[in-house]
């Protein structure tokens, strides 16, 4: 499932259904496919999900349970579905377990609405609305317009936004490179972690990306714990889009084996900053690597619960328990 807190410094004021279409891949960041996708109203921090259509009537209920359980954690109020399918029967049965399950639990269902590519219909029926759909074309929509004024990018398709996380085979080699090159042990880790915090301070703080040397640097030091988490420690929410950024950098020129640590580090950040569907795309990466690394873990965690960013406080010492005087083995 991907979640993605409601924007709180944005406002969009859905009217009709064809507002609600052009705002569903504006707040997830791209255009759903085979997928539901649920907007919510009323709760303390609102929020917006989406899971995979459901391949069968079997997996229906599944598919409702892994929605309610957010919306009845964060006390949402009331919801509104959007099912992207050209299936109508499966779409109709989907309605209305929603529906029904989440009138069962108390949140009201504002509307279910089933969208495929060039109509819209209403499956649980509404006045006016014919069996047939009606036609919608959302490319010059003012939400999406607005999208783009403020920065926002919509990828055509989840898999779309995947790619910008692709490893980019000739700066990998160039990295694997720089990897070879070192010589000698590491630094201890004292040394190495506040040269890992000075590394992304800088560069998240210029806007800049850091060389093949550092980046091999940062990725041979990070196989500690500690030293990942002083690269961790400068992230805080207000500047975490300055993270995601320096991030996807990192992962797109890390060799796979070593891309557990940068690419749990671009999911954290990716969900600090909102951005819920680059953080399971994140986290997709980081099982290239280790598909039980307890920070990646950790940030599933969060993005299935649809914890907001606010539950995070950073602070905390990477050092741990090593000292100048200690050994940091």
Not at 155 to 178: C, F, N, Q, Y
Not at 196 to 214: I, N, S, W
Not at 220 to 236: F, H, I, K
């Amino acid at each position: 499932m991907s979640t993605s807190p409601a924007p709180a410094d944005v406002r969009y004021t859905a009217r009709c259904p064809e507002d609600v279409l052009a705002l569903v891949p504006v707040v997830l960041g791209f255009v759903p496919h085979e997928s539901v996708a649920m907007l919510t109203f009323g709760a303390p921090r609102p929020f917006h999900a989406r899971v995979d259509l459901p391949a069968s009537r079997a997996e229906i209920p599944e598919a409702v349970a892994s929605l309610l359980e957010p919306a009845r954690l964060h006390r949402v109020r009331r919801a509104l579905f959007v099912l992207y399918s050209d299936d109508p029967r499966l779409s109709g049965a989907l309605a209305r377990a929603l529906a029904r399950g989440f009138e069962r639990a108390g949140v009201d269902v504002v509307d279910v609405l089933r969208a495929d590519g060039a109509r819209w219909y209403a499956p649980l029926g509404r006045p006016g609305v014919p069996a047939w759909g009606v036609p919608y074309d959302v490319s010059a929509h003012p939400f999406v317009a607005q999208s783009v004024v403020e920065g926002r990018v919509t990828h055509a398709s989840r898999e779309d936004l995947r790619a910008t996380l692709a490893g980019d085979p000739l700066r990998i080699g160039r990295v694997v490179a720089a990897l070879a090159a070192l010589a000698g042990d590491p630094p201890p880790v004292l040394d190495e972690g506040a040269w890992a915090a000075d590394l992304v301070e800088r560069h998240t703080r210029a806007g800049t990306a850091p060389d093949d040397e550092e980046v091999a640097r940062l990725l041979r030091g990070m196989l500690e714990q500690e030293v990942r988490d002083a690269a961790w420690s400068p992230m805080t929410r207000e500047r975490s889009p300055d993270h995601v950024r320096f991030w996807t950098d990192v992962v797109r020129r890390t060799p796979a084996p070593l891309l557990a640590a940068p690419a749990a580090l671009l999911a954290f950040a990716s969900w600090l900053a909102g951005q819920g569907a680059l953080s399971w795309c994140a986290l997709d990466r980081c099982v290239e690597a280790d598909e039980d690394y307890p920070l990646a873990g950790l940030v599933a965690h969060a993005l299935a619960g649809a914890l907001p960013p606010e539950c995070w406080e950073a602070g905390g010492d990477w050092r741990g328990g090593h000292d100048r005087g200690a050994d940091p083995g």
